[in-house]
């Protein structure tokens, strides 16, 4: 069941620098999107979804799962930063038309940080996955 395939509603960024496509599932702790990626990504090289790419799907993410809870109390969306990236592992790049599935679980909150585990799938296959430290700006 998709939360939102307004994604926009939910995130700071905008194109071209979106790089999850429908919020799936947000919970307090979890949050899973999926992603199609088109020739235009302005994180392709040679038919390929860079590294680059590929933690910034994970951090929006966590973004989106941030922002529809923030909207579900009537809040703005907030603006995050990415701290610190930790255990960075890439199985594959996924290439042109490949659909990402990512499920971050926030592991740790401490005032406005929060740390994640992310992980992205393509096909049942691990694409991705790394510990992530956001720090989130409530008053952007």
């Given at each position: 069941?998709?939360?939102?395939?307004?994604?926009?509603?939910?995130?700071?960024?905008?194109?071209?620098?979106?790089?999850?496509?429908?919020?799936?599932?947000?919970?307090?702790?979890?949050?899973?999107?999926?992603?199609?990626?088109?020739?235009?990504?302005?994180?392709?090289?040679?038919?390929?979804?860079?590294e680059a790419g590929l933690l910034e799907n994970i951090a929006q993410t966590m973004a989106?799962?941030?922002?529809?809870?923030?909207?579900?109390?009537?809040?703005?969306?907030?603006?995050?930063?990415?701290?610190?990236?930790?255990?960075?592992?890439?199985?594959?790049?996924?290439?042109?038309?490949?659909?990402?599935?990512?499920?971050?679980?926030?592991?740790?909150?401490?005032?406005?940080?929060?740390?994640?585990?992310?992980?992205?799938?393509?096909?049942?296959?691990?694409?991705?996955?790394?510990?992530?430290?956001?720090?989130?700006?409530?008053?952007?």
């Amino acid at each position: 069941m998709d939360v939102s395939n307004d994604i926009l509603a939910f995130i700071p960024q905008r194109p071209p620098f979106v790089m999850i496509g429908t919020l799936m599932f947000a919970d307090e702790k979890t949050a899973t999107t999926k992603f199609t990626i088109t020739a235009e990504n302005i994180f392709c090289e040679n038919g390929f979804f860079s590294e680059a790419g590929l933690l910034e799907n994970i951090a929006q993410t966590m973004a989106a799962g941030t922002g529809y809870s923030a909207q579900k109390e009537n809040k703005p969306v907030s603006v995050g930063y990415i701290g610190a990236v930790k255990n960075f592992e890439v199985f594959f790049l996924p290439k042109i038309n490949d659909e990402l599935f990512t499920e971050i679980v926030v592991t740790d909150e401490i005032f406005n940080m929060k740390n994640i585990k992310g992980k992205i799938m393509c096909d049942h296959l691990p694409v991705a996955a790394c510990e992530m430290k956001i720090f989130i700006n409530p008053n952007h």
